[in-house]
């Protein structure tokens, strides 16, 4: 399994974006994306969202709820994150996760594959 996320760059608060993941060599049982961030001044990687491919099923942080969309479309195997009215705190480097599973679960260590990360960064 390869994912590869792009889409981040600099952006004013209030502004937005739209983070892909491309996806290849999944198979029917991996089922959900996700999407984690690691912010500069934290060690560890937060829930972001999640969405089955199969369904369309989605979850989100309580911190992006609203502004954020995660999707999934199965045809071009290609993860969306639309970030709307982004503000500062949403800065860091966004990474998309695959897992070997069905549940659209916010743990981290769930996630089986990863991909390398792209860096969003929000001026205020």
């Known amino acids: 399994v390869q994912l590869q996320a792009s889409g981040g760059g600099l952006v004013q608060a209030g502004g937005s974006l739209r983070l892909s993941c491309e996806a290849s060599?999944?198979?029917?049982?991996?089922?959900?994306m996700g999407w984690f961030r690691q912010a500069p001044e934290k060690d560890r990687r937060e829930f972001v969202a999640?969405?089955?491919?199969?369904?369309?099923?989605?979850r989100y942080a309580d911190s992006v709820l609203g502004r954020f969309t995660v999707s999934a479309d199965k045809a071009k195997n290609t993860a969306y994150l639309q970030m709307n009215s982004l503000k500062s705190e949403d800065t860091g480097v966004y990474y998309c996760?695959?897992?070997?599973?069905?549940?659209?679960?916010?743990?981290?260590?769930?996630?089986?594959?990863w991909g390398q990360g792209t860096l969003v960064t929000v001026s205020s």
């Open positions: 996760a695959a897992r070997d599973g069905f549940a659209l679960d916010v743990r981290e260590m769930l996630y089986d594959y």
């Open positions: 060599g999944l198979s029917f049982s991996n089922d959900v």
């Open positions: 999640a969405v089955t491919w199969s369904a369309g099923s989605t």
